[in-house]
T-cell receptor, first 115, second 116 residues
Framework: NAGVMQNPRHLVRRRGQEARLRCSPM?????VYWYRQLPEEGLKFMVY????????ESGMPKERFSAEFPKEGPSILRIQQVVRGDSAAYFC?????????????FGDGTRLSIL | AQKITQTQPGMFVQEKEAVTLDCTYD???????LFWYKQPSSGEMIFLIY??????QNATEGRYSLNFQKARKSANLVISASQLGDSAMYFC?????????????FGSGTQLTVLP
């Protein structure tokens, strides 16, 4: 069983460019979450999606950030006009359910560096 | 107020000994889940163990067990027979199961070092 697949593993962008982070959930998982981790900190929730729907985006900055989970294909986290403060590790997680013993399983993350 | 508190930034344990990593939480939701994750230096997040708020027994998964004390709102992780490969950052997390929010709220983590 393949786990959560994220790519790229590392991404370097210059200020003002766009960053696209991809996430394919585990087979059978329809719930996808994105988190951001700054150095020496825990993960902070950004957005929760199901197929074609954003369920909760309360943790996502209102500007420059967007997320989608289309009917076909991976979930995408898009950051437009990146700034130095966007440098972080971005993790995607997926789960089979949203209550009870259904943990979120994480991908290996994308390390975004802004020059 | 912090929802998840891990008060030990760093811990050391001798190989083959047991170690307890502390976690306290704060919620008014009667239904919630508690999780522990391991993050090695390579950076991935590995799910270790889950405890539901209504579970009567403490969760166990191999060498990992969760010491769940509901009245004290604590969910400590116990690792028995520590191995060198257990050296990593450990995060406690909570999911509140009422309402529409489904995100995990993480603590600040404990860096565990296993000594040979």
């Amino acid at each position: 069983n393949a786990g959560v697949m994220q790519n790229p593993r590392h991404l370097v962008r210059r200020r003002g460019q766009e960053a696209r982070l991809r996430c394919s959930p585990m087979k059978g998982h329809s719930h996808v979450y994105w988190y951001r981790q700054l150095p020496e900190e825990g993960l902070k929730f950004m957005v929760y999606l199901q197929k074609e729907n954003i369920i909760d985006e309360s943790g996502m900055p209102k500007e420059r950030f967007s997320a989608e989970f289309p009917k076909e294909g991976p979930s995408i986290l898009r950051i437009q006009q990146v700034v130095r403060g966007d440098s972080a590790a971005y993790f995607c997680a997926s789960s089979r359910g949203i209550q009870g013993p259904h943990p979120q399983h994480f991908g290996d993350g994308t390390r975004l560096s802004i020059l | 107020a912090q929802k998840i508190t891990q008060t030990q930034p760093g811990m050391f344990v001798q190989e083959k000994e047991a170690v307890t990593l502390d976690c306290t939480y704060d919620t008014s939701d009667p239904s919630y889940g508690l999780f522990w994750y391991k993050q090695p230096s390579s950076g991935e997040m590995i799910f270790l163990i889950y405890q539901g708020s209504y579970d009567q027994q403490n969760a166990t998964e191999g060498r990992y067990s969760l010491n769940f004390q509901k009245a004290r709102k604590s969910a400590n992780l116990v690792i028995s027979a520590s191995q060198l490969g257990d050296s990593a950052m450990y995060f406690c997390a909570m999911r509140e199961d009422s309402g529409s929010a489904r995100q995990l709220t993480f603590g600040s983590g404990t860096q565990l070092t296993v000594l040979p």
